[in-house]
């Protein structure tokens, strides 16, 4: 497998399409969902320290500059503050339609294409959603010379996977960002907790283990 060279650091983008990851976790999983929507800086963290040394080799640090998360505030509004709080720009989202047709997407979308020309030279734009309509979205970032990372719960389409530079696996996410240490998740919800301000994770040299496929 080839590596990205000649880093140092990695500018990341990290935009989230909450209300698709949170329902789809919610099927699968209400306590993953919970964890997901409660405490987002457990995962911001494992995805900031994940398979560095898989993509880019050793001594490279990711930072997440700018946290995007597209939200409906009828039906999610218990966890607004918890993105707010940390470092999370949130986009209300309402429904647009009596179908509860949001306009996610298309902010989310045009987010993206404005950051494309930020002063900041991202690197990378980590997408969490399974949502097949941002395959265009990747194939653009793609041809901009940007690499795309980007998580989808349950069934996606291969289209929207191929377009990817690499796909986060949702059972690695789920297990070691969701659920690792799920004690101490609880003692911190209950006692409010302020995050620690390290995190040790460790990546193994080894694909299987990243966390992260190949599309």
């Known amino acids: 497998m080839a590596r990205f060279t000649g880093f140092d650091e990695v500018f990341s983008a990290l935009y989230v399409d909450f209300d698709n990851i949170y329902t789809r976790f919610l099927e699968a999983d209400p306590e ?4 997901f929507g409660s405490a987002p800086w457990r995962w911001v963290r494992w995805i900031e320290n994940h398979a560095l040394r898989i993509l880019y080799g050793d001594g490279v640090r990711r930072r997440i500059l700018k946290r995007m998360c597209y939200l409906n505030p009828q039906r999610y509004q218990e966890f607004r503050h918890q993105f707010t709080r940390n470092a999370f720009q949130v986009v209300d989202c309402p429904p647009l339609t009596s179908r509860g047709k949001t306009s ?4 989310l979308v045009m ?10 030279h991202f690197d990378e734009f980590i997408i969490l959603s399974g949502d097949a309509d941002f395959t265009p979205l990747l ?6 010379a940007r690499r795309t990372l980007v998580l989808s719960v349950g069934y996606s389409s291969p289209a929207y996977t191929a377009a990817a530079s690499w796909r986060i696996r949702e059972d690695w996410f789920l297990q ?4 690792d240490d799920r004690d101490d998740f609880e003692a ?7 995050p620690p301000t390290s995190f040790a994770a460790t990546v193994e040299d080894d694909e299987e283990t990243s966390g992260l496929g190949n599309s």
């Open 104 to 107: 996610t997407d298309i902010h």
């Open 188 to 194: 911190e919800l209950s006692q409010a907790v302020l």
């Open 111 to 120: 987010d993206c294409m404005d950051d494309l020309s930020h002063s900041t």
């Open 32 to 35: 993953a969902a919970r964890a």
């Open 139 to 144: 194939i653009r970032l793609q041809e901009h």
């Open 176 to 179: 070691q960002a969701l659920k």
